[in-house]
C-alpha cells in the first residue's frame, strides 16, 4: 500500500506534529481507510465518516491521553482508533480476538471509558472532571462527544441538569447530524433544527439555560473553524457546550444519500459505494421481520395495537407498523425508560401495546418493568429483539441477561419462540388479551422457515413440547436452542443409539409446564438444559428450582453462557466458545452415552 500522511500517524502525538494546513489531507485518507476497511470486514460505517474532522481537531487541540474524551455509544470511534495505535490491527475489527467495534477501556489507554450503550458519555466524563478537582488535577480537560439522537436520552439529560451545577471543565460536544440510525425524533431535535437554521438564538438556549457555556453551531467538517473554537473553550472554566454540524456519511455519496442504509451497511464495494447485491436464493426471514410484518397483519383486525420502538424502527422493523398505521406506531428516541412506561400508560386504558425492544436495550428499563408494568400487572406485552448472542457488536450488546433479570419478577410471562410460526403465533396470542405482561424473546437474524406465513394459532400460555421422546437422557431447550440441538442429536445417530435422547422445547421460561416437567424428570436419568442466556439464574436454573421442590435426584447438565461476558466474534463462534453450539451439545451428551 501506498505510504500515506496516515501512515506516519501511530498516536495523537505524532498528529500534533502536523501543520493544521496538513489535516485535510489526513480527514481523506482516514475516511478512505474507513471505507476500505468496512467494505471487506463489514460494522457500523456513516457514524464514523461523519466525524472524521472532529476527531482529527480532539486529538489534535486536546492532550490525549492525558486529557480525556469519552465518545458516547462509540460506533463513530473508528477515527479515533485508527489514530491511537490501532491502525495497523483495525482489520481485526469485531472480530474474534480481534478489537472491539466500540471503546473499550482495556484495550487502550485512549479509550476511556468502554461504552457501546448510548448517553453515558456525560456522566462518564463528569464523574472524570470531578475526580480531577477533587486530586487537585485542574489543567485537566474532559470531553463528552454525544449525537442528537443520544443527549435527547434521559441519562444524558440528568447529566447536563448535574454537570450544569458544577464548576468542572467539561466540554460536551453535540454532534448533530439530525439522524440517529433512523431520523431523530421528538422536541429537542426540532429545537436543533430551529438552531441549525437560524443560528444560535440570543435566549431561550437551552444548554445556557443550564449553566452551560454554548458555542455553535458550527460546521463540523471545517478543522479550522474546530480547532479555533476547541482551543478557545478549552481556556473557558465551568461546564461548555460545542454544538458542530455533521453529515453521516461524509464523503461517501450513497453513505451521505441514503444513512439509514450505510450506517452499518454490511459489505460494500469500497470503489463504487455499492452495497453488493442481495443473492437471489430466498432466505428465510428475519425474526425482526416476523415481527414487523405480522403486528400491520394484527394491528389491521384490532385497532387497540399499538407499536413502540425507543429509536429502533428499522433494527426491529416496526418500521412497516409506522408506515402502515402512523398514529398507532411510535419512535420515543433512544428513551427505554419512557417506552416501557408510555406502554404501561397506554395499557392502563386498554390498549394493547407492543413494546419492541432490543434485549440488551432493556437493561435500561428494569425498575419500570418491574415497577410500572409487572407490579400492576398491566398486559404489555415486550418484544425481545436480539436476544442471545449477537455476534460482532460483542459484549456491550448481546441480549443474554434477559432470561436471568426478567425470570423474577411476579406477573411476567416469558416465552421464546422456536421458530418464525411460533413467533408469529405467539403476538397473535398476546393480543388475543392477556391479563398479564409478557416478555416474548427472540434472536438476531433469520430462523430456518421459509414457509412461514399460516393462518393464526393460539398458543396455550404455560405449555411446553416435545420434539423427540427419548429413554435415558432429556435436552430441555428454549427458543432457538431446540435447533442446535436437533442439529446435534441428529450428528449422534451415527455413531450410537439416537433413541436414547430426547428432546423437549419448553417455549415458556415462566410460567413452566410443570406437568410436562414432572413427566420428564421422572422419566429420564439425565437432564441436559440448554439456553442462550447466562447461566446464573436463567433457565437450567429455573428447572433446577423446581427438582429441588420437588425432590428430583436427576444427574443435571447445565449449558448456557457462563458467568463472563462473551467478547465479539461471529455467533457460531461464540456459541461455540460459550459451549452452546451443535458440537459443544453432542460432547456434552455424548459424555453420557459412554
Ligand atoms: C441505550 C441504547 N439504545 C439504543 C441504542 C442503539 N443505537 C446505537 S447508535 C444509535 C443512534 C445514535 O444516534 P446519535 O447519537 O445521533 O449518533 P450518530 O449515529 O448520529 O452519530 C442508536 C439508537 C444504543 N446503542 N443504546
Ligand atoms: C451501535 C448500535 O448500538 C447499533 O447500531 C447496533 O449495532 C445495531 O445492532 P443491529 O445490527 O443488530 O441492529
Ligand atoms: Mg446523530
Redesign the pocket.
Known amino acids: 500500500m501506498q505510504k500515506t500522511l496516515l501512515h506516519t500517524i501511530d498516536i495523537p502525538a505524532d498528529l500534533r506534529k502536523l501543520d493544521p494546513s496538513q489535516l485535510p489531507q489526513v480527514a481523506q485518507e482516514l475516511r478512505d481507510f474507513i471505507i476500505h476497511a468496512v467494505a471487506t470486514k463489514e460494522g ?1 460505517l456513516g457514524a464514523s465518516l461523519g466525524v472524521a474532522e472532529l476527531t482529527i481537531a480532539l486529538h489534535y487541540v486536546f492532550n490525549t491521553p492525558v486529557d480525556l474524551v469519552v465518545w458516547d ?3 463513530q470511534a473508528y477515527g479515533h482508533k485508527i489514530l491511537t495505535g490501532r491502525r495497523e490491527v483495525f482489520e481485526t475489527n469485531r472480530s474474534l480476538n480481534g478489537i472491539s467495534g ?1 471503546p473499550k477501556m482495556d484495550e487502550s489507554e485512549y479509550d476511556t471509558f468502554g461504552t ?3 448517553s453515558t458519555s456525560i456522566s462518564a466524563a463528569l464523574g472524570m472532571a470531578i475526580a480531577s478537582q477533587l486530586t487537585g488535577d485542574i489543567k485537566k480537560q474532559h470531553v463528552a462527544v454525544i449525537g442528537d439522537a443520544s443527549i435527547a436520552s434521559g441519562m444524558a439529560m440528568e447529566a447536563l441538569n448535574h454537570a450544569g451545577i458544577t464548576n468542572t471543565n467539561l466540554l460536551v460536544i453535540l454532534n448533530d447530524n439530525a439522524i440517529g ?1 433512523d431520523p431523530s425524533v421528538g422536541a429537542l431535535k426540532q429545537y436543533f433544527s430551529k438552531v441549525t437554521l437560524d443560528g444560535a438564538p440570543e435566549t431561550d438556549n437551552i444548554f445556557e439555560a443550564l449553566n452551560f457555556e454554548y458555542s455553535g453551531p458550527i460546521d463540523g467538517h471545517d478543522l479550522d473553524v474546530l480547532i479555533s473554537e476547541m482551543s478557545r473553550l478549552k481556556n473557558i472554566k465551568g461546564p461548555k457546550l460545542l454544538h458542530v454540524i455533521t453529515k453521516k456519511g461524509k464523503g461517501l455519496r450513497q453513505a451521505e444519500e441514503d444513512q439509514v442504509k450505510y ?2 451497511p454490511g459489505k460494500f464495494d469500497a470503489k463504487t459505494g455499492e452495497v453488493y447485491p442481495k443473492s437471489t436464493e430466498v432466505l428465510p426471514p428475519k425474526f425482526q421481520d416476523i415481527f414487523g410484518k405480522t403486528i400491520v397483519e394484527l394491528a389491521s383486525q384490532n385497532d387497540k395495537i399499538i407499536g413502540i420502538t425507543p429509536a ?1 424502527p ?2 426491529s422493523s416496526l418500521k412497516y407498523m409506522m408506515e402502515a398505521f402512523p398514529e398507532r406506531a411510535f419512535d420515543v428516541g433512544i428513551a427505554e425508560q419512557h417506552a416501557v412506561t408510555f406502554a404501561a400508560g397506554l395499557a392502563t386504558q386498554g390498549f394493547q401495546v407492543f413494546c419492541n425492544i ?1 434485549s440488551t436495550f432493556l437493561q435500561r428499563a428494569y425498575d419500570q418493568v418491574i415497577h410500572d408494568v409487572c407490579l400492576q400487572k398491566l398486559p404489555v406485552i415486550f418484544c425481545l429483539d ?1 436476544a442471545g448472542i ?1 455476534g460482532e ?1 460483542g459484549a ?2 448481546h441480549g443474554i441477561f434477559d432470561i436471568a433479570y426478567l425470570r423474577c419478577i411476579p406477573n411476567l410471562i416469558i416465552f421464546a419462540p422456536r421458530n418464525a410460526i411460533e413467533l408469529r403465533n405467539i403476538l397473535f396470542t398476546a393480543q388475543q388479551g392477556l391479563d398479564t405482561p409478557i416478555a416474548i424473546r427472540y434472536p ?1 437474524g433469520r430462523g430456518e422457515i421459509k414457509d412461514w406465513i399460516k393462518p393464526f394459532k393460539s398458543i396455550k400460555i404455560g405449555k411446553g413440547i416435545q420434539l423427540k421422546s427419548g429413554k435415558t437422557i432429556a435436552i430441555l431447550t428454549v427458543g432457538t436452542m431446540a435447533l442446535n440441538a436437533q442439529k446435534a442429536i441428529a450428528s449422534i445417530k451415527k455413531t450410537t443409539n439416537q433413541d436414547t435422547i430426547g428432546l423437549y422445547d419448553i417455549r415458556f421460561i415462566k410460567p413452566m409446564d410443570e406437568v410436562l416437567l414432572s413427566e420428564i424428570l421422572k422419566k429420564y436419568q439425565v437432564i441436559i438444559t440448554i439456553e442462550d442466556g447466562v447461566v446464573s439464574g436463567g433457565f437450567g436454573s429455573a428447572i433446577l428450582e423446581f427438582a429441588a421442590k420437588f425432590h428430583f435426584k436427576n444427574t443435571f447438565e447445565i449449558l448456557g453462557i457462563p458467568d463472563s461476558f462473551p467478547q465479539h466474534g461471529t455467533v457460531e463462534e461464540l456459541y461455540h466458545l460459550t459451549g452452546i453450539s451443535e458440537e459443544k451439545i453432542k460432547e456434552t451428551i455424548l459424555k453420557y452415552l459412554k
Open positions: 457500523h455509544v462509540g460506533h466500540f457501546g450503550h448510548s440510525i450506517h452499518a429502533m428499522t433494527g432490543y436480539r449477537v457488536d456491550t450488546h438476531r
